[in-house]
């Protein structure tokens, strides 16, 4: 064999490792990314089981996946959203209003159906006779409906106290503490480093640390 072809060999051979090794990394990459979010998905369903232990969490299956994605879409932390669904309902699926709210984060199936077009179709509940809460008692479109609506508020009031004000109280905002009640949920969530919040409280300074700085 000539120089020149083995010179051409000894490329293909080194291309052909460096791309094995870049798909290998992919791979890895992946691997590691699925099992991050599987530990995410399980640390949220503990949450949800300890705050609420009668909630069956074979109707939270596949929940965790939807929040955290629709909270991106609406630049929202998921933990953020995950503190109002324990304000709204405290995690009870099932959970039924005085106005006819359903479902986990208490959607009226009237303000669920002006997002039909967006989100999809949906099944309404039948509250009368044979009981049946349709798929707003499902916390995966709970969550869909809600983040919508959540969005289209954002949209006209970007600040997150304003949208979580009308969200509960309507445009009128009739119910102001109700932002202060999910704000309170929310700091309680922040302190679960397993949920991976968005926004993370500042580490404690250890008492000569913080003596230090203030001299």
């Given at each position: 064999?000539?120089?020149?072809?083995k010179?051409?060999?000894?490329?293909?051979?080194?291309?052909?490792?460096?791309?094995?090794?870049?798909?290998?990394?992919?791979?890895?990459?992946?691997?590691?990314?699925?099992?991050?979010?599987?530990?995410?998905?399980?640390?949220?369903?503990?949450?949800?089981?300890?705050?609420?232990?009668?909630?069956?969490?074979?109707?939270f299956?596949?929940?965790?996946?939807?929040?955290?994605?629709?909270?991106?879409?609406?630049?929202?932390?998921?933990?953020?959203?995950?503190?109002?669904?324990?304000?709204?309902?405290?995690?009870?699926?099932?959970?039924?209003?005085?106005?006819?709210?359903?479902?986990?984060?208490?959607?009226?199936?009237?303000?669920?159906?002006?997002?039909?077009?967006?989100?999809?179709?949906?099944?309404?509940?039948?509250?009368?006779?044979?009981?049946?809460?349709?798929?707003?008692?499902?916390?995966?479109?709970?969550?869909?409906?809600?983040?919508?609506?959540?969005?289209?508020?954002?949209?006209r009031?970007?600040?997150?106290?304003?949208?979580?004000?009308?969200?509960?109280?309507?445009?009128?905002?009739?119910?102001?503490?109700?932002?202060r009640?999910?704000?309170?949920?929310?700091?309680?969530?922040?302190?679960?480093?397993?949920?991976?919040?968005?926004?993370?409280?500042?580490?404690k300074?250890?008492?000569?640390?913080?003596?230090?700085?203030?001299?």
């Open positions: 064999m000539s120089r020149y072809g010179a051409v060999l000894v490329l293909a051979f080194a291309l052909a490792v460096a791309v094995g090794g870049l798909i290998l990394t992919r791979q890895v990459i992946a691997v590691a990314g699925e099992a991050d979010a599987e530990r995410l998905s399980r640390a949220i369903l503990e949450y949800i089981a300890e705050k609420n232990p009668r909630a069956p969490i074979r109707a299956q596949k929940f965790p996946e939807v929040l955290i994605a629709e909270a991106q879409r609406a630049n929202i932390d998921h933990c953020l959203v995950l503190a109002q669904a324990e304000v709204e309902s405290e995690f009870r699926h099932d959970a039924v209003g005085r106005a006819g709210e359903i479902g986990l984060f208490q959607m009226l199936p009237s303000t669920a159906t002006l997002f039909e077009s967006t989100v999809g179709p949906f099944r309404r509940p039948v509250l009368k006779g044979q009981r049946d809460l349709g798929d707003l008692a499902d916390p995966r479109v709970s969550a869909r409906f809600a983040l919508a609506y959540l969005r289209d508020i954002m949209s009031k970007p600040s997150i106290k304003d949208a979580l004000t009308e969200y509960n109280g309507g445009p009128a905002g009739r119910h102001p503490y109700y932002y009640m999910v704000m309170g949920a929310y700091v309680e969530v922040l302190e679960r480093s397993e949920l991976r919040c968005r926004l993370q409280p500042a580490p300074r250890l008492p000569v640390l913080a003596f230090l700085t203030r001299v």
